[in-house]
């Protein structure tokens, strides 16, 4: 499975993005997908995941009210809408899958395929 990520940028404070991740190869293992950020010297921290079977959502606290994961299964991809972003949502923002075997895991060491991750800065 290929993971790529776009859509990031450069917004003012209050700004919004939309990264995007779009997903290829062998993907009807996986049931799980997630967007993480990682802020120059610290942890990668989860933000948001999606579970395909069913489309549940998760959202951590710093995000809820704000993010929006989406996923769009006819073009393979899976969307973070962003609004009222903080100068705190900056960092290089990944997205990832796995399979939980009807489950589901919010912790980044969990997840065995990566992007290359889009970064985000909001000033």
């Known amino acids: 499975v290929q993971l790529v990520e776009s859509g990031g940028g450069s917004v003012q404070a209050g700004g919004s993005l939309k990264p995007s991740c779009t997903y290829s190869?062998?993907?009807?293992?996986?049931?799980?997908m997630g967007w993480f950020r990682q802020a120059p010297g610290k942890e990668r921290e989860g933000v948001a995941f999606?579970?395909?079977?069913?489309?549940?959502?998760y959202y951590a606290d710093s995000v809820k009210g704000r993010f929006t994961i989406s996923q769009e299964k006819g073009k393979n991809a899976v969307y973070l809408r962003m609004n009222s972003l903080k100068p705190e949502d900056t960092g290089m923002y990944y997205c990832?899958?796995?399979?939980?075997?009807?489950?589901?895991?919010?912790?980044?060491?969990?997840?065995?395929?990566w992007g290359q991750g889009t970064q985000v800065t909001v000033s």
């Open positions: 990832a899958a796995d399979t939980f075997g009807g489950s589901w895991s919010f912790s980044a060491s969990d997840y065995k395929t």
């Open positions: 999606v579970y395909f079977g069913g489309g549940r959502t």
């Open positions: 190869g062998y993907t009807s293992f996986i049931d799980c």
